[in-house]
């Protein structure tokens, strides 16, 4: 069935450095979500993006659909203490959602 | 105020004792779902309903099972069939035809 691998499964960085992270496809997407999940909480919905090509920002994230609908990635500027957490893709299909492994940002003390 | 509840937030169980997991949810929303997340790992899919009355095994079903009785609540028991029930669990919903799904803060189930 469709998969959505979910790249690094763990990035540290130190505060104020960039993170990204990677969600990609061998089929094409029919759309991309992206949650947060904070330590100890739950999944918190960020965006979805449904073109070819897509571009959203809300302010220090950056969030990209690839032109072929196969890969997306979430980027975040100059990270901070409060972004901590774990970032998911997941696709939408139907009533159900195809979900990516997560990747975990750590903050280096 | 609404959103999605879970009680209770910890729960501790014996092996070989089935135990029932709530979900409310004051939002409206037709569909509800039942995730599974074990440490360091994603979000697995257990059982989702969209409409009362009507559910669907999600990915790892075996060991689980749910009812929806009402549009508002979708419990799930674990049974003593489950082999290692002890993880996070997270209730969802989703609005129809919304996108995103609305998370409540889980329940963490421990079986010793």
């Known amino acids: 069935g469709q998969q959505v691998m979910q790249i690094p499964q763990y990035q540290h960085v130190q505060e104020g450095e960039d993170f990204t992270t990677y969600c990609n496809s061998s089929t094409t997407l029919s759309n991309i979500q992206w949650y947060k999940q904070r330590p100890g909480g739950h999944p918190v919905f960020l965006i979805q993006l449904v073109k070819s090509g897509e571009v959203k920002k809300q302010k220090r994230l950056t969030f990209q659909f690839g032109e072929a609908k196969k890969n997306s990635s979430l980027h975040i500027t100059a990270t901070q203490t409060t972004d901590v957490g774990t970032y998911f893709c997941a696709e939408g299909s139907n009533y159900q959602l195809i979900w990516g492994a997560g990747t975990k940002l750590i903050i280096k003390p | 105020d609404g959103g999605i509840t879970q009680s209770p937030k910890y729960l501790f169980r014996k092996e070989g004792q089935n135990v029932t997991l709530s979900c409310e949810q004051n939002l409206n929303h037709d569909a509800m779902y039942w995730y599974r997340q074990d440490p360091g790992q994603g979000l697995r899919l257990i059982y989702y309903s969209q409409i009362v009355n009507d559910f669907q095994k999600g990915d790892i079903a075996e060991g689980y099972s749910v009812s929806r009785e009402k549009k508002e609540s979708f419990p799930l028991t674990v049974t003593s069939a489950q082999k290692n029930p002890t993880a996070f669990y997270l209730c969802?919903?989703?609005?129809?035809?919304?996108?995103?799904?609305?998370f409540g803060p889980g329940t963490r189930l421990t079986v010793t």
């Open positions: 969802a919903s989703r609005s129809s035809p919304g996108i995103e799904q609305y």
